[in-house]
């Protein structure tokens, strides 16, 4: 897909678009790709046609791929795992059944080694972070134009179509709200509602100094989601980005010999950074969770 009719830099933006659904309002001027521009005679819910118009659409919006890649690979990864246990027996374990279990006794002794209280939801927990993040992570080892061209010779030049969900910061930052809003519900749960003030309002300097205790511990609160959601979306953006500079260089000329390289080399490197980044995210979500149920007296 790279090259005939467009520049690089329509290449990268093409591939850095998401598929996006969502509303325009009643007299929205809509340009089409022969130059032409349609008015919209009432609000309309459709997709984006170029990257104004997802912006135009506003909060509401929903990045369709994302949403979807990322509901397949959990579900894939539910099916895979049940399958598993549903035929689990006292034999040794070969081929898949025994990648399951080396997953299932990892997580479980990092979880061990991290977390020291009783809570029987935080192994699951940490498994179905690690295996999910994990297998959306790998789709950016998917060759970066193959999906994306299904999907045009489908719904037409003006379909985007992104595959890695952990490139959407909407997908990164929906996982991290849900492991706070669990910090703050095991906070309260453990330590009550006034354990929980306290712990903020007379750390670290004391009861004396409570505006500036509860200034700076509300602010590392909320920087937890944020750094655990940038921290993904970082890495695997970067990553994705570089696959597109790299399949440029297939048109580049004296370059293109040069990028089946580059692109291999990458993508063994890169399988480093899809697994290390699921690890991260999983370890402190768990570390997180630690926090939570941590009674310490003040």
């Excluded at 997580?107 to 972070?129: E, Q, R």
């Excluded at 300097?205 to 509300?218: K, Q, R, T, V």
């Amino acid at each position: 897909m790279a090259g005939e009719n467009q520049t690089p830099q329509d290449y990268i933006k093409h591939h850095l678009q998401n598929m996006t659904y969502g509303k325009l309002p009643e007299g929205y001027e809509r340009l089409n790709l022969d130059g032409s521009v349609t008015v919209l005679e009432h609000d309309t819910w459709t997709m984006a046609h170029s990257s104004q118009e997802a912006k135009d659409m506003g909060f509401m919006a929903v990045n369709v791929d994302s949403m979807a890649w990322s509901w397949v690979l959990g579900l894939l990864f539910i099916f895979a795992f049940k399958s598993v246990a549903n035929k689990a027996t006292t034999a040794v374990p070969r081929g898949f059944n025994n990648f399951v279990e080396m997953c299932v006794e990892f997580i479980d002794n990092t979880v061990k080694d991290t977390f020291h209280y009783s809570n029987k939801w935080i192994a699951p927990m940490g498994l179905t972070i690690f295996s999910w993040v994990l297998l959306m992570n790998t789709m950016d080892l998917v060759p970066v134009d193959l999906l994306p061209w299904i999907a045009m010779q489908i719904g037409g030049e003006h379909t985007f179509f992104k595959v890695v969900p952990t490139t959407d910061p909407n997908i990164t930052i929906g996982m991290a709200l849900a492991v706070f809003l669990m910090m703050i519900y095991y906070s309260i749960k453990e330590k009550g509602a006034v354990g929980f003030f306290k712990e903020l309002a007379f750390h670290p300097f004391g009861p004396w100094a409570m505006p500036i205790n509860l200034f700076l511990e509300i602010i590392a609160l909320i920087a937890k989601p944020i750094s655990l959601s940038l921290r993904l979306f970082g890495n695997l953006y970067a990553g994705e980005m570089i696959f597109i500079l790299i399949a440029i260089m297939f048109t580049a000329g004296w370059l293109a010999s040069l990028a089946g390289l580059l692109q291999l080399g990458w993508a063994i490197f890169h399988i480093l950074v899809i697994v290390l980044q699921a690890f991260v995210f999983m370890v402190l979500s768990v570390v997180y969770m630690s926090m939570a149920h941590d009674k310490e007296e003040h």
